[in-house]
């Protein structure tokens, strides 16, 4: 049986982006989550005690309820995590005046409308670039081939469009009709949040703006350059010209990445690294080996593995692996952390090296 694992942090995502729904074999897709899928072998977690909630891959009524049990369990969640402070009593009596001013803002339909639109001020030149320089791309053709990368790389753009006219016909088609499933599917989830975030603006302008401001504020909009500025605000920081604006800051932003790299790594300076298992005074051992379930000499050889692993994995160069050999190496990274526990009695477990070995490590 398929879980499916929801992460908290998709309430925040939902606001910046959508992702990819990773979820197949279902013609019905979630509605503003994304998802990773997993196996098997964590079915003993608490989803109660954690920031995740499990997600049943079925379609039979029992199914249905423990998915309508687990998306009641994510709203509470992200409701409680997400939580503003109450509104004073001045606030609330601004409220319906606030709700005239964030109507006004945020006009129905306008959200999913801005953010169809800045995605495909982003995705537009991105993809008409692809479709003009020769139809497939070159790992496209490589991955359905079969054929090496070099030797699909050496093709001219004429070559690769008329290998394209020949295994797929429609591609140009196919690929419209996925940009614009792409901007339909970002107007949709964003209607969806419309609502909230009508709300939510009203709420904001309650608690920042005065009485007087707000009554302002709704007399402006009300007149025809005050109705073209509210029902424009938000669809304007999608407009083609402000994501150029943007676009052209790009070479400064790439000249600070370093720093700003640096500074992550810095963030945490002085700060004592983790402590490892003979760090701990007897009596965190034994609590660490309790609540963990299991003894402390399977506790001491299961954390000196882990950072054996870890160890291991920082000497190994991917910098030139493929798509598919990092995917082995994560597989093989997540098969030896889920048995190194099994293995700590015999200590006959390969290591993270080892496992690299058919896959590109050394």
């Given at each position: 049986m398929k879980k499916l694992i929801v992460s908290t942090a998709l309430g925040s995502l939902a606001?910046?982006?959508?992702?990819?729904?990773?979820?197949?074999?279902?013609?019905?897709?979630?509605?503003?989550?994304?998802?990773?899928?997993?196996?098997?072998?964590h079915e003993d977690a608490d989803a109660a005690e954690t920031d995740q909630v499990w997600f049943e891959d079925d379609s039979d009524e029992a199914g249905g309820d423990d998915d309508a049990m687990a998306m009641a369990m994510v709203t509470a969640m992200l409701s409680s995590m997400f939580e503003a402070e109450p509104l004073t009593a001045e606030a609330e009596a601004r409220l319906p005046l606030a709700?005239?001013?964030?109507?006004?803002?945020?006009?129905?339909?306008?959200?999913?409308?801005?953010?169809?639109?800045?995605?495909?001020?982003?995705?537009?030149?991105?993809?008409?670039?692809?479709?003009?320089?020769?139809?497939?791309?070159?790992?496209?053709?490589?991955?359905?081939?079969?054929?090496?990368?070099?030797?699909?790389?050496a093709l001219t753009d004429e070559q690769r469009a008329e290998l394209t006219d020949i295994f797929d016909p429609v591609y140009q088609s196919r690929e419209q009709a996925k940009f614009d499933g792409i901007v339909s599917g970002v107007n949709m989830v964003f209607g969806v949040l419309e609502p909230g975030v009508r709300d939510g603006l009203a709420r904001a302008y309650a608690s920042k703006f005065e009485?007087?401001?707000?009554?302002?504020?709704?007399?402006?909009?009300?007149?025809?350059?005050?109705?073209?500025?509210?029902?424009?605000?938000?669809?304007?920081?999608?407009?083609?010209?402000?994501?150029?604006?943007?676009?052209?800051?790009?070479?400064?932003?790439?000249?600070?990445?370093?720093?700003?790299?640096?500074?992550?790594?810095?963030?945490?300076?002085?700060?004592?690294?983790?402590?490892?298992?003979?760090?701990?005074?007897?009596?965190?051992?034994?609590?660490?080996?309790?609540?963990?379930?299991?003894?402390q000499s399977t506790l001491r050889e299961s954390?000196?593995?882990?950072?054996?692993?870890?160890?291991?994995?920082?000497?190994i160069d991917m910098s030139d692996w493929s798509d598919e050999e990092l995917d082995a190496a994560a597989d093989a990274l997540e098969d030896e952390a889920d048995g190194s526990m099994d293995s700590s009695d015999d200590n006959e477990g390969e290591s993270f090296a080892e496992a690299m070995e058919d896959v590109g490590g050394e």
């Open positions: 606001v910046v982006g959508v992702q990819p729904v990773i979820a197949q074999e279902s013609d019905v897709p979630p509605v503003v989550v994304s998802v990773v899928r997993i196996d098997d072998s709700n005239s001013v964030a109507a006004s803002l945020v006009p129905e339909g306008i959200y999913g409308e801005m953010m169809g639109q800045m995605i495909e001020s982003f995705l537009a030149p991105i993809f008409k670039m692809a479709n003009t320089e020769g139809g497939m791309s070159t790992s496209d053709l490589a991955n359905y081939t079969g054929v090496a990368q070099e030797t699909v790389e009485t007087s401001e707000l009554a302002e504020l709704e007399s402006f909009f009300a007149t025809p350059v005050g109705a073209k500025f509210a029902s424009q605000s938000l669809l304007l920081n999608a407009d083609p010209q402000v994501i150029s604006g943007m676009m052209d800051t790009i070479p400064s932003l790439i000249e600070k990445l370093p720093m700003l790299t640096e500074s992550f790594e810095d963030a945490a300076d002085g700060l004592p690294e983790p402590r490892r298992y003979d760090d701990l005074t007897p009596s965190e051992q034994r609590r660490a080996a309790e609540m963990l379930g299991i003894d954390m000196a593995a882990a950072e054996a692993m870890e160890e291991e994995a920082m000497t």
